[in-house]
């Protein structure tokens, strides 16, 4: 099992203007880093906890060998009820994240979660998250059904020392014995020991122009589908959410279009003629790059959140502009009172100050 990054997924690829680092505040080895703007990681250093793969907004991050999607369902067929980390999963159950445990808390009752099994980093970063992740999915599980997830702490023996043995044994540089043994296995651990980097080409961004909503985004929506619907629906606040949002935008906004160009799963939209800005709350991770690019800051989180849009989801219209073409290429801008788009009124500028400039360098030659 290896760590696997979709650079084409990761928002930091869409803007260099992306503030998120939430793989890198998680990662217990701190081996995530940021090389120019882009993601990179040394193999080597990494312990398979899946917590990056649990805080990506975008699901940019996965682990090799290990289907969620199938955990989930294979999960729902069981009689398993409890849940513990390296048991139930081959990593930390940081790596579900809230969306799973809410889908979880609503589709298997009464799922129990043994905290007392994460042992998965020194420092107790990952079993922090985890108890955090757990309380706020029964957060919203209290406000749309009666379901809840248990935490339990059943102290249990977990043979984590064979494990990390196991894995100080994959990934250090091993024997001459192990060498002889395995040729392939020795180019794999040479290769996990130098820094991975990731690069954008032409396919990466033919890529990140495809709108893609997250995998458990998708199996949420389905479950809270199929979910009965709560007889009161409550406004909660957006402090205590951390995987959707509501928004609306400011007058201040100038139409430049780049929000919705650049949102991963396509819960900013526009129409064909770019006279509205329309938002779908259902669609969006609150990765905040939307707001990371607004130059004028117009785009703004709503205090509160309409549990409401979880079960009656709606695409609704943030702001409208007024659209005419330009009289002198034709295309369509946001009318300002000028009949020229912007870019008609810089190339008509430039000409004037270059005309200006070359009636000043006549007049010093005479």
Do not use: W
Not at 17 to 36: A, Q
Not at 168 to 197: C, D, H, M, T
Not at 219 to 237: D, Q, R, V
Request: with cysteine; net charge neutral; glycine share 4%.
């Amino acid at each position: 099992m290896y760590l696997e990054f979709n650079i084409a997924s990761c928002v930091r690829s869409s803007s260099r203007f992306s503030s998120c680092i939430k793989c890198i505040d998680i990662c217990p080895t701190k081996t995530i880093r940021v090389i120019d703007n882009s993601i990179a990681f040394t193999p080597k250093d990494c312990i398979d906890c899946g917590g990056c793969v649990g805080v990506c907004p975008t699901e940019a991050f996965s682990l090799s060998n290990i289907s969620l999607i199938d955990f989930f369902f294979n999960l729902l067929e069981s009689s398993d009820e409890v849940l513990e980390c390296k048991s139930s999963l081959d990593s930390c159950l940081t790596i579900l994240g809230v969306e799973y445990l809410i889908s979880l808390g609503l589709s298997k009752p009464n799922l129990k979660i043994n905290i007392e099994g994460c042992r998965c980093d020194k420092h107790g970063e990952l079993k922090k998250r985890l108890k955090e992740n757990i309380k706020e999915a029964n957060f919203i599980l209290s406000n749309i059904s009666d379901r809840e997830i248990e935490i339990i702490s059943k102290e249990k023996e977990i043979e984590r020392d064979r494990e990390r043995d196991k894995t100080l044994n994959r990934r250090s540089l091993f024997s001459l014995k192990g060498i002889a043994k395995s040729r392939e296995q020795f180019l794999k651990e040479v290769e996990a020991n130098e820094l991975k980097e990731f690069k954008i080409d032409s396919k990466t961004i033919q890529d990140i122009r495809e709108k893609h909503i997250p995998d458990r985004r998708k199996l949420l929506f389905t479950i809270l589908k199929n979910s009965p619907k709560p007889k009161e629906y409550y406004f909660l606040s957006l402090d205590d959410i951390s995987f959707i949002s509501q928004k609306y935008i400011e007058e201040s906004c100038t139409n430049c279009q780049i929000c919705y160009r650049v949102c991963p799963t396509g819960a900013l939209s526009s129409d064909s003629k770019f006279s509205i800005i329309n938002f779908s709350a259902i669609s969006c991770v609150k990765c905040h790059l939307c707001h990371d690019v607004c130059e004028p800051n117009s785009i703004k989180l709503q205090r509160g959140f309409n549990t409401e849009e979880l079960f009656k989801p709606e695409i609704k219209k943030l702001i409208s502009f007024n659209i005419k073409r330009c009289s002198e290429c034709g295309n369509y801008f946001t009318y300002r009172g000028v009949n020229e788009c912007p870019r008609c009124q810089i190339e008509e500028e430039e000409a004037i100050a270059l005309h200006q400039n070359r009636g000043e360098f006549k007049f010093k030659i005479k």
